[in-house]
């Protein structure tokens, strides 16, 4: 392995899992994404030419090539990996990947921090208002990971996306700096990281059953609720016709509209805690 490339120095495997672990959900004719445990990557493209989007929950590298080969063929291999943000659960895999696959990666300019072992996320809040998810938020690795040795790249200004040229990425702070979701116009494909989901993830029992319903980002993580309003309206304002969540299940139709909308209207009580240490002025 580099020398200059290592997980976290918290990275340990998370004994949490849901109803989806384990699923394959092909949402599109080149999109697919697999729930790892709670969290979901994104597969766009063919056995040809395909692109990873996220790289699971820590220790999850194997299981993420396993999951590759069953769609793309035994001798499969990303163009790219497009990061939607650093959090333990997105880049978890991230190291064993490069390892193996040895590709670029792309994120904002401002994750990168974080995939550079200068700098920690906050600590998870354990006092925030929400389930019991939150309140062992503790648990949850916050330690930057460090790919400088790889080939890490930003994504390009002007919003293109190397090796997905259908798609643009859309910034989408608020739960983290520079956190991105990825759209394309010609479907209304949207991949909102966790900006937007589609389960209330402090709660146990609703992540356990993969409860659909359209909520703002995971409260014990999100560290800018005013950023992470406008990021909701940012996606609202695309129409998208479906959507894959960094949590929760796809979603699409007259569910997915009207709970955008109502997400909109309703931020304050919706998705912005009562209490909690990142939350200012909220009232």
């Known amino acids: 392995m580099d020398s200059n490339m290592r997980q976290s120095n918290d990275n340990k495997f998370i004994p949490m899992t849901s109803v989806s672990t384990g699923n394959i959900w092909q949402v ?3 999109v697919h994404y697999y729930t790892n445990q ?21 220790k999850s590298s194997e299981e993420i090539m396993g999951v ?14 497009v990061l939607t943000h650093g959090h333990f659960d997105h880049v978890g895999g991230l190291v064993g990947l490069l390892e193996a696959w040895r590709v670029p990666v792309y994120a904002h300019p401002l994750e990168f921090p974080f995939l550079t072992g200068q700098q920690a996320y ?18 949850y690795p916050h330690e930057p990971i460090n790919i400088s040795g790889a080939n890490l790249k930003a994504l390009p200004e002007d919003g293109t996306i190397p090796e997905l040229p259908d798609w643009h990425w859309v910034f989408v702070p608020g739960h983290s700096p ?29 992540v356990l059953m993969q409860v659909e319903e359209v909520q703002g980002p995971p409260r014990y993580l999100t560290t ?5 309003w406008e990021s909701v309206r940012k996606l609202a304002a695309l129409n998208p016709k479906l959507i ?3 949590h929760g299940k796809f979603m699409e139709g007259e569910a997915l509209t009207a709970g955008l909308q109502k997400l909109v209207d309703e931020f304050d009580t919706i998705a912005i805690p009562s209490h909690g240490k990142f939350v200012d002025g909220k009232k």
């Not at 709670?38 to 820590?58: C, E, K, Q, R, Y």
């Not at 590759?68 to 990996?81: D, E, L, N, Q, Y």
């Not at 906050?122 to 648990?139: H, Q, R």
């Open 28 to 30: 599109r004719p080149d």
């Open 122 to 139: 906050p600590e998870p809040d354990t006092s925030v208002e929400g389930g019991m998810l939150a309140k062992i938020s503790s648990i």
């Open 38 to 58: 709670i969290v979901n990557f994104v597969m766009i493209g063919t056995s040809s030419h395909w692109v990873l989007v996220d790289a699971g929950m820590p």
């Open 224 to 228: 800018d609720w005013t950023a992470a």
């Open 68 to 81: 590759a080969k069953s769609v793309f063929g035994t001798m499969a291999r990303p163009a790219a990996i």
């Open 244 to 246: 894959i969540p960094g």
């Open 178 to 206: 520079g956190q991105v979701a990825l759209f394309r116009e010609s479907d209304r494909t949207l991949i909102s990281a966790d900006a937007v989901i589609t389960v209330k993830q402090d709660s146990f029992y609703k």
